[in-house]
């Protein structure tokens, strides 16, 4: 019986079942592999990638015993997306303006009030 790839794609967070070599994708039920901003659309510091990867880890250690399906991918990756909007709202995370296309795709910057 051969392994079937599933996968989440949202817009900011790729999902898959599957470990890297190689940096090649191996399909494995076992091993979850999270993309994490695929298109640098964000400035990323290391404190902000860790909150998102333990909020990926605290996720998957929710979904233990459940069914590995892409219906509870989609979860996860839905989850995720708002945690990265949290973090934009609460300023620990920017928009990269060097981005190949700036759509700000999860709301306009913040900007200072003028006073």
Same mark, same amino acid.
């Given at each position: 019986?051969?392994?079937?790839?599933?996968?989440?794609?949202?817009?900011?967070?790729?999902?898959? !079942?599957?470990?890297?070599?190689? +940096? !090649?994708?191996?399909?494995?039920?076992?091993?979850?592999?999270?993309?994490?901003?695929?298109? +640098?659309?964000?400035?990323?510091?290391?404190?902000?990638?860790?909150?998102?990867?333990?909020?990926?880890?605290?996720?998957?250690?929710?979904?233990? #015993?459940?069914?590995?399906?892409?219906?509870?991918?989609?979860?996860? =990756?839905?989850?995720?997306? #708002?945690?990265?909007?949290?973090?934009?709202?609460? =300023?620990?995370?920017?928009?990269? !303006?060097?981005?190949?296309?700036?759509?700000?795709?999860? =709301?306009?910057?913040?900007?200072?009030?003028?006073?």
């Amino acid at each position: 019986m051969t392994e079937t790839l599933l996968k989440c794609t949202t817009r900011h967070v790729r999902l898959f !079942t599957a470990r890297v070599e190689n +940096n !090649t994708l191996v399909e494995d039920s076992s091993s979850l592999t999270l993309d994490l901003d695929p298109d +640098n659309e964000f400035m990323w510091t290391e404190e902000v990638i860790n909150k998102v990867h333990q909020r990926f880890r605290d996720l998957v250690a929710a979904q233990e #015993g459940l069914e590995l399906s892409e219906y509870n991918l989609r979860r996860i =990756g839905s989850d995720l997306e #708002g945690t990265i909007r949290q973090l934009l709202q609460a =300023g620990e995370l920017s928009y990269n !303006t060097n981005c190949r296309v700036l759509n700000y795709s999860m =709301g306009l910057p913040r900007t200072p009030e003028l006073l």
